[in-house]
């Protein structure tokens, strides 16, 4: 019997298998979000997709995708939240691309740098970025995995003095330079002159167990993630991995920030 | 006075930079909260401590 159904946007009516609707040779499909393989029955009120082998889905297909894992509330929420990333070394690229897959609707990615080939130990960049703005390098990464997220980025250094005009139109900013100096400088200059809510990181160098890495609400407006003592010096080095789990800690805050929960 | 969560008798009068430096805090790498508002660099050497103060003094170490 004929059901009516939504194909690539468009209303269909119509009766069979997803495999009887017009699509190129290679790919696959989606329906009501999910992956489904080509046998299932097309039933009423389907929301269908075929996304070609080697393609990103449609901003429509992939909205479609991320609101039927979250449920189109939490999708909402993502999809409004703004957060911005304050360099973007081991910590901030990893931030970046783990906000970028959540679902985030805008991200600014502010770093003065260029990838060199002493970042790629533990920083998501690869050997075709050598050479290129931190920034361009990882709004392609973050493009690549989510085609509908908006993108800004700003090359210049951050400083006590211009941290507040970049940062005060961002509810949620996370903070990831590498200097403690700095650290200080940006939280202090936020904290006083915008209302920004902030997710520093700190201590997170060395083999020590990745369970020393915590979050913690230490004030008001101001998230601290990492051990708060290792520091990086001669013998404790940075670690990827390490690292990962911090910067995981921070876009984590940044996640239930958005969804209204404020405890660490 | 409190500082981060610690009860800590205040015995004289005393500036919030004395009181850091004391404490031996580096004044480059923390940030301060004072009865819950931050309180900018510049206003250390005004910022008299009192009684029933709360201070929360956070210290970044390096990596990132």
Known sequence: MAVSFFYQGNPCRTEG??????????????ANGFTAPPDRPIQEGDQIWFIPEGQLPSAAAYAQ????RYTPSVYEKLKQAKVAIAGLG????????????????ELLLVDFDSVDFTNLGRQNYTLADLGRPKTMAT????SAVNPILQVKTAQVKVTAENAPSLFQSYPIVCEAFDQPENKAAFVNALLANTTCTLITGSGMAGTGSANDIHTRRAMGRLYICGDETTDVQEGTSLFASRVAVCAGHQ???ALRLILGDTSP | MTVNGVSMPLKTAITLSEFLNEEQYDLTKIAVERNGQ????????????????????VSFVGGG
Do not use: C
């Open chain 1, 17 to 30: 298998t997803l495999a009887t609707l017009p699509h190129p040779a290679k790919g696959y499909f989606i």
């Open chain 1, 65 to 68: 995708i991320l609101s039927a």
């Open chain 1, 90 to 105: 081991g910590l901030g690229s990893h931030i970046a691309l783990f906000l970028a897959r959540v679902g985030v609707g």
């Open chain 1, 139 to 142: 709004a392609d990464h973050l």
């Open chain 1, 251 to 253: 876009a984590h805050m």
């Open chain 2, 38 to 57: 931050i309180v900018p660099k510049a206003d250390y050497d005004q910022t008299m401590l009192a009684d029933g103060d709360h201070l929360e003094i």
